[in-house]
């Protein structure tokens, strides 16, 4: 659910200025005083003000962030990041529009592959659509006038019909890398 959600906020940033505006700003406020009851229960193996356990009883299986594994598959099979962070400056616009077509197929592969993505609303953007009585905030954006009850459809949202992500067999050491350094000899 979190990598969905972050993964959503990611492209709702990039694509839209008012949108990572207000975030930037929930993200700048600070946070008030601790509650007493915290926001999340614990694990239900951990005991609030537990001690830790002895080392033989400490889980051997190393985790990492879902979001590493997304950012490492969409590396490893679309270069993705090679294409984002690095320095345009040396390139024309045709060879970068080049670089980014074989970029943005190979990522439009894996992240099929991994959450099956399809549109949220099926009917074609410009057409009229009929906005339930009680719209989620989730599925739905609504911009004009809150009270109507239909619009013209401007875009069909996203959504996912599975989560395949792969677990990860690495160590801790190499649990913050998302690609290998490259060496030829």
Known sequence: M??????RVFFVVLFRRDSALRIRELLAVQ???????????????VKPNSTKPPVSQVSK?????????????????SRLLDLVCESLDQYNDAQIGAAA????RDT????????????????????AIEIPNDPSPVRWRIVGKETSR????????W??????????????????????????T
């Open 2 to 7: 979190r990598l969905f959600l972050a993964f």
């Open 31 to 45: 946070p008030s005083a601790p509650s007493e009851t915290p926001l999340l229960p614990p694990p239900p193996d």
């Open 61 to 77: 299986s190393v985790r990492r962030s879902d979001a590493l594994t997304l950012l490492s598959a969409l590396q490893r099979e």
């Open 101 to 104: 077509r074989d970029v943005l």
């Open 108 to 127: 439009r592969k894996t992240l099929d592959r991994m959450f099956g993505l399809g549109h949220l609303i099926e009917t074609p953007e410009g057409e």
């Open 150 to 157: 239909s619009g013209t459809l401007s875009h069909p949202g």
């Open 159 to 184: 959504k996912a019909s599975k989560l395949d992500m792969p677990q990860w067999q690495g160590s801790s050491d190499d649990s913050m890398v998302i690609a290998a350094a490259e060496v030829e």
